[in-house]
């Protein structure tokens, strides 16, 4: 079974950084493509960014690309979300996801058949 876990989440200032993780357990990240997600609160689940079970190619969403940037670790089994220069509208719950067949890394959430439990974001002052 593909299980996945995130962290990191938290509280940040506007402009400021944090860093999540998405941990894998039962199956190696590399061989998978893994997307992320967020969902703010009313709204609909927006993916955010994925990175290439080969390539390893990342891909970002209008709304964050520059500021966010997705990689992996293999060794550890990981991979991780930078947000640097973050602002209100990224507020939100944070997942990342995969699938038992390919994703294709695709933005549409039904693709995607395993989630992580979701990490909290909030950008406040």
């Known amino acids: 079974q593909l299980m996945l876990a995130e962290s990191g989440g938290g509280l940040a200032q506007p402009v400021g950084s944090l860093r999540l993780t998405c941990a894998a357990s039962?199956?190696?990240?590399?061989?998978?493509?893994i997307g992320w997600f967020r969902q703010a609160p009313g709204k609909e689940r927006e993916w955010i960014s994925c990175i290439k079970r080969l390539s390893s190619t990342s891909i970002y969403a209008a709304s964050v690309k520059g500021r966010f940037t997705i990689s992996r670790d293999s060794p550890k089994n990981t991979v991780s979300l930078q947000m640097n220069g973050l602002k209100s509208e990224d507020t939100g719950v944070y997942s990342c996801?995969?699938?038992?067949?390919?994703?294709?890394?695709?933005?549409?959430?039904?693709?995607?058949?395993?989630w992580g439990q979701g990490t909290q974001v909030t950008v406040s002052s």
């Open positions: 039962g199956f190696a990240l590399s061989d998978y493509d």
């Open positions: 996801a995969t699938g038992s067949t390919d994703v294709f890394c695709s933005i549409k959430p039904s693709i995607y058949t395993n």
